[in-house]
């Protein structure tokens, strides 16, 4: 499929010392320094949402990362245009749009993480389409998983600028799922609005103070629990800070 790459996290490897989100490439760790810059300095009050009005979840585990169970995802793509191997990667929730059915493969992850967090990902679970590395990152729209985990032709294709040469036809290294647009937020989120709730939340205890968005800030597929999509679905209904 000629489709651009959706992805940010080519050429990320394991590494035993960062084994989250070890980047390889500078321009990756630039494009998430930069985005990350840009929500440095959010408002650091309270959140207006009230987080405290939602009832949260008691876990029976205690509260333990490993059985956290994730029911929806981020997923990041770049609207604005840039070259790599001399293929511009751009993918904006425009494009999606365009495409057949509004539907696309979300190709091109390069990082363990992150593919295993594809891997993850059951049919008709719901995802917020974020813009990444552009001049006001934030949410834009929401989209569904329409088609589970399969090999990534990419990784095949000497073409295409996310080929893996070690990778075997007969045991492929790396995944991607088909998603379908579903609507635009009601407004714009941008992370320094997301981040702001984050920080208050981080304080006093609400549901994204381990949001990955800002633990795990490089992974381009992220998992959210249902907390925190409900509550970052309910900024939309908020008037921009």
Same mark, same amino acid.
């Given at each position: 499929m000629p489709w651009p790459s959706r992805k940010r996290d080519k050429g990320a490897v394991a590494?035993?010392?960062?084994?989250?989100?070890?980047?390889?490439?500078?321009?990756e760790e630039t494009s998430d320094k930069e985005e990350e810059e840009k929500?440095? #300095?959010? /408002?650091?009050?309270? +959140?207006? %949402?009230?987080?405290? !009005?939602w009832k949260k979840k008691e876990s029976e585990s205690g509260g333990e990362e490993s059985k956290?169970?994730?029911?929806?995802?981020?997923?990041?793509?770049?609207?604005?245009?840039?070259?790599?191997?001399g293929v511009d990667v751009k993918f904006s929730v425009d494009d999606l749009k365009a495409q057949p059915n509004q539907t696309t493969c979300w190709d091109g992850v390069r990082n363990y993480q992150a593919r295993n967090f594809l891997r993850s990902m059951k049919l008709g679970q719901q995802a917020f389409f974020y813009h990444s590395n552009c001049k006001e990152p934030g949410i834009v729209a929401l989209v569904k998983i329409v088609k589970e985990a399969y090999p990534d032709?990419?990784?095949?294709?000497? #073409?295409? /600028?996310?080929y893996? +040469?070690? %990778?075997?036809?007969? !045991?492929?290294?790396?995944?991607?799922?088909?998603?379908?647009?579903?609507?635009?937020?009601?407004?714009?989120i941008p992370l320094?609005?997301?981040?702001?709730?984050?920080?208050?939340?981080?304080?006093?205890?609400?549901?994204?103070?381990?949001?990955?968005?800002?633990?795990?800030?490089?992974l381009s597929i992220q998992p959210l629990t249902q907390e925190e999509f409900d509550f970052v679905l309910s900024l939309e209904e908020e008037k921009p800070h």
């Open positions: 590494d035993k010392k960062e084994p989250d989100a070890k980047i390889a490439k500078t321009k929500a440095a #300095k959010p /408002p650091a009050g309270s +959140s207006k %949402s009230g987080w405290k !009005n956290i169970t994730y029911c929806h995802w981020l997923l990041k793509s770049e609207p604005e245009s840039r070259l790599e191997k032709h990419t990784q095949f294709d000497q #073409k295409d /600028p996310h893996d +040469s070690t %990778s075997r036809k007969e !045991n492929p290294k790396w995944s991607m799922v088909d998603v379908q647009f579903v609507r635009m937020t009601k407004r714009f320094s609005e997301i981040k702001a709730h984050h920080l208050a939340h981080k304080a006093d205890g609400g549901p994204l103070k381990d949001m990955m968005l800002f633990t795990r800030q490089r």
